[in-house]
């Protein structure tokens, strides 16, 4: 799958997200609403960075000392320059 399908693929899961949230919000069920308005944003950001080509791992194990996503982008940035 290229970039600009995986692009796609995640906008438009961030699409129903967005839309999950925004009926949720009507039936007043706000911390529902809450999440899927934040799956919805991560997945316009994946969208996006799938579209200039910065991939990322599909699983970031978390340790004691959590890593940044910025420090991934930005090593992954450095790579691809």
């Known amino acids: 799958m290229s970039n600009k399908e995986e692009a796609m693929r ?3 899961q961030g699409e129903r997200d967005l ?7 009507e039936k007043d069920f706000y911390e529902s609403a809450c999440f899927h308005a934040q799956q919805a ?23 004691f000392h959590p890593v940044r996503p910025t420090n991934i982008i930005q090593e992954r ?3 691809n320059a």
């Open 19 to 25: 839309g999950a949230a925004m009926a949720l919000m």
């Open 77 to 79: 940035m450095q790579t």
């Open 41 to 63: 944003s991560e997945k316009a950001l994946k969208s996006l960075l799938y579209l200039i080509s910065i991939t990322f791992p599909r699983v970031i194990r978390m340790h």
């Open 10 to 12: 995640w906008l438009k």
